[in-house]
């Protein structure tokens, strides 16, 4: 029986770097997409690892990272707890989200 692959998004933060882990050590494919990744985390995630600023990514650059991606299953764990430098809380929580609703 062939593996589902799952793409993660957020793949470097707490959350979606350990599930990425994991199912990695469980033999399963994955995509692991963030903005940044530690080199430590490069070299855990080895070719999974796909640096990209997905949050600001039009839709049809999203849809064309997730579709180049030949995924079954999409985690989302991109999330900021206030406004920063380098995302607002409404461009992650609304805006990038309804563009990944579209995809979906």
């Not at 033999?27 to 949050?55: C, D, E, M, N, Y």
């Not at 999203?62 to 920063?84: H, M, P, R």
Request: net charge neutral; charged share 15%; aromatic share 6%.
């Amino acid at each position: 029986m062939r593996r589902q692959t799952v793409v993660i998004l957020g793949a470097s933060g707490l959350i979606g770097y350990s599930l990425a882990l994991d199912l990695l050590r469980k033999q399963i494919p994955v995509v692991a997409v963030a903005r940044h990744f530690t080199p430590a985390q490069k070299q855990a995630l080895g070719s999974s690892a796909i640096t990209s600023p997905v949050v600001d990514l039009s839709r049809d650059a999203l849809w064309q990272l997730l579709g180049g991606t030949q995924a079954e299953i999409l985690v989302n764990c991109i999330g900021v707890l206030q406004d920063s430098p380098y995302a607002k809380t409404g461009d992650v929580h609304q805006e990038f989200a309804e563009r990944l609703a579209a995809f979906c």
